[in-house]
């Protein structure tokens, strides 16, 4: 051995045990922020994947331009593809009809194919030649026509026949009002129905080049070009999966998304800081020891820290495993539950900003909660360390303040209330379990709010079938982190709990030398427990609620006017929680202390 640092492989073999619980805290939480961004990476991808394949690739649409203005806009270099449109007869109230049937008449560049991958060529190909034009399917069909042949288009002003250069696929409008379509390039379309076209049906579709700033490149076109505002639509689903939308509604939710993530992070380094201390203090011997053979207190700090880091080793990649695997099962619950919404989810694929976010958070989680506990082992002395006393009791200030409790109940709030850093941390790591329940509470609200168009129950829903299974996805999604949520708070309770009584074995054993009995140590265990319970819900609760309004408020009342409301149901269901997790903390310490005998409890 070289280095002191090389003591630590050696020490994590030897106090696995001990560190257990820190260990798994690491997994949780790397797996809980990397399911997260995982998750939403997963959803921006299919929704981005599923704008382009329904509305197509185009990012803003220019109306009225003149045939100066659209060179111009198509020779900028942000401009990846352009595609002039036109059409007419697109609401079947003209009277433009192809053997008696309603027919909508287009004109469009080729380019125009690629900027909608759902306009697809069944047989043919596009029509480059002036005369030439595509045709539905549907008119396929019924008029039983071929490539090759003749099509006449009737209108008001006289007859035209086209040469039939393709087949394409109906669109959902044409397929629900059974109307025909001819579609040709967009020369061949001003020439023949210029006149009969409204000024504001005359569209170019731009699609910019990657990595863009889309904004910029929209007021820049508008202000070198002399364009209007009101001339320029976007893409709104393709632009808001890019978070490149101009809608403030849209950059509210990642702000809700960035907030909640915090949250998450928050949470995870509380739960490793409180393992990290107890797991400290329940080494203050060995960091003794090494103060004793001549260690600094840097390099006990430094010693610490490393060892956080060395965990992660194991720790993250466990937690990256975890949270892929569950990303996979989610992403194919959401195809085979709503293959309309998520077909385009991905299936297998492996979410970068998941993996990058859990590594990155995780290490920068780890390596914050790692700074106290190291500051306190490089704080041990030699000789009380040595002696094997140090920090397995609180430094008495002050007698415990009995009143007319009892002597073990008095002894259970002095204990909690005997160092205010342990006791603002363990009552803040409940807190923020309350805080990121209620964060993630108006998840249902704004579950309800935003398709409430395709409850079951609602009125006018078309398909009952694909709204029950598009509605119920999303609730089982939103219950279900809702769900892990309430469990990582449970977890969080008990394993906190257990260390805290695991730092204080020998003052429990000591007690029980001089006469306490295990009944009076469960009602010491048990008051401390509800101190730290009724400290960590009023504190969740005074911070929780004003978030939860805060975020009501933006998601659902900007959006469609519901005004904030006590969350009861939410509170009650994390307060049952949390209480029936206090109580579940106190069997295990109580079970080792009653099995173990006062020799073993001192001596440990």
């Given at each position: 051995m070289k280095n002191y640092l090389d003591l630590i492989p050696i020490s994590a073999k030897i106090h696995r045990r001990q560190t257990r619980m820190t260990r798994w805290c690491i997994v949780i939480s790397v797996f809980l922020i990397s399911v997260i961004f995982g998750m939403a990476d997963m959803f921006l991808q299919s929704q981005k994947n599923l704008a382009i394949m329904t509305d197509g690739a185009w990012h803003v649409m220019f109306r009225e331009l003149t045939k100066e203005q659209t060179a111009l806009l198509a020779a900028r270099p942000e401009v990846k593809s352009l595609a002039r449109y036109a059409a007419t007869n697109y609401?079947?109230?003209?009277?433009?009809?192809?053997?008696?049937?309603?027919?909508?008449?287009?004109?469009?560049?080729?380019?125009?194919?690629?900027?909608?991958?759902?306009?697809?060529?069944?047989?043919?190909?596009?029509?480059?030649?002036?005369?030439?034009?595509?045709?539905?399917?549907?008119?396929?069909?019924?008029?039983?026509?071929?490539?090759?042949?003749?099509v006449e288009v009737e209108t008001p002003d006289g007859s035209f026949a086209f040469r039939i250069s393709g087949v394409v696929e109906d669109t959902s409008m044409m397929l629900k009002t059974g109307a025909f379509g001819v579609f040709m390039n967009t020369d061949t379309y001003l020439s023949c129905f210029r006149d009969a076209t409204l000024q504001e049906d005359f569209a170019c579709y731009v699609e910019f080049v990657p990595h863009c700033r889309i904004q910029k490149a929209i007021g820049d076109i508008c202000g070198q070009m002399h364009i209007s505002k009101?001339?320029?639509?976007?893409?709104?689903?393709?632009?808001?999966?890019?978070?490149?939308?101009?809608?403030?509604?849209?950059?509210?939710?990642?702000?809700?998304?960035?907030?909640?993530?915090?949250?998450?992070?928050?949470?995870?380094?509380?739960?490793?800081?409180?393992?990290?201390?107890?797991?400290?203090?329940k080494r203050t011997e060995f960091f003794g020891m090494m103060r004793c053979l001549g260690a600094t207190a840097k390099q006990v700090r430094r010693y610490v820290c490393m060892e956080a880091l060395f965990w992660c080793l194991k720790a993250i990649p466990m937690g990256l495993f975890a949270s892929t695997v569950t990303v996979w099962g989610l992403c194919r619950m959401l195809q085979v539950l709503t293959p309309t919404w998520f077909s385009e989810m991905p299936g297998f694929g492996v979410s970068l900003p998941g993996v990058v976010f859990g590594i990155v958070i995780g290490l920068l989680t780890v390596f914050a909660a790692s700074r106290a506990p190291a500051r306190k082992a490089s704080e041990v002395s030699p000789l009380t360390a040595v002696s094997g006393n140090a920090d397995t009791v609180f430094h008495a200030k002050r007698a415990a303040h009995m009143g007319r409790m009892h002597v073990e109940t008095a002894l259970g709030l002095h204990h909690a209330a005997g160092s205010g850093k342990h006791l603002i941390l363990l009552t803040s790591s409940f807190a923020f379990s309350i805080i990121l329940f209620l964060g993630f509470g108006i998840g249902i609200d704004f579950m309800k709010h935003a398709l409430v168009g395709l409850r079951p129950d609602a009125p006018g829903t078309v398909n009952v079938e694909e709204a029950r299974a598009v509605y119920f996805s999303f609730a089982l999604f939103v219950y279900g982190f809702l769900a892990v949520v309430a469990l990582i708070a449970a977890f969080n309770i008990v394993n906190s709990m257990a260390m805290s009584v695991s730092a204080r074995m020998r003052q429990y054993g000591a007690m029980r030398a001089v006469g306490i009995t295990v009944r009076q140590l469960q009602s010491m265990i048990a008051a401390e427990t509800l101190t730290y319970l009724a400290g960590g819900l009023a504190e969740g609760l005074l911070l929780g609620l004003p978030l939860h309004c805060y975020l009501y408020r933006q998601a659902i009342t900007e959006r469609w006017g519901d005004a904030w409301s006590l969350p009861v149901w939410e509170c009650l269901v994390i307060v049952a929680v949390m209480i029936v997790s206090a109580a579940a903390a106190m069997i295990g310490p109580v079970r080792r202390i009653r099995d173990m005998s006062v020799v073993e409890t001192i001596s440990m």
């Open positions: 609401k079947l109230d003209m009277d433009y009809k192809v053997e008696g049937v309603q027919t909508v008449l287009c004109g469009f560049d080729e380019t125009f194919l690629d900027i909608y991958p759902s306009v697809s060529l069944l047989a043919g190909g596009f029509p480059e030649e002036t005369g030439e034009a595509v045709v539905t399917e549907s008119m396929r069909g019924r008029l039983g026509v071929a490539v090759g042949d003749e009101d001339k320029v639509s976007e893409n709104a689903k393709l632009m808001g999966t890019m978070m490149q939308s101009s809608d403030q509604y849209i950059w509210m939710l990642y702000v809700i998304a960035l907030i909640l993530a915090v949250l998450v992070a928050a949470s995870g380094m509380m739960m490793i800081l409180g393992s990290m201390n107890s797991s400290v203090a």
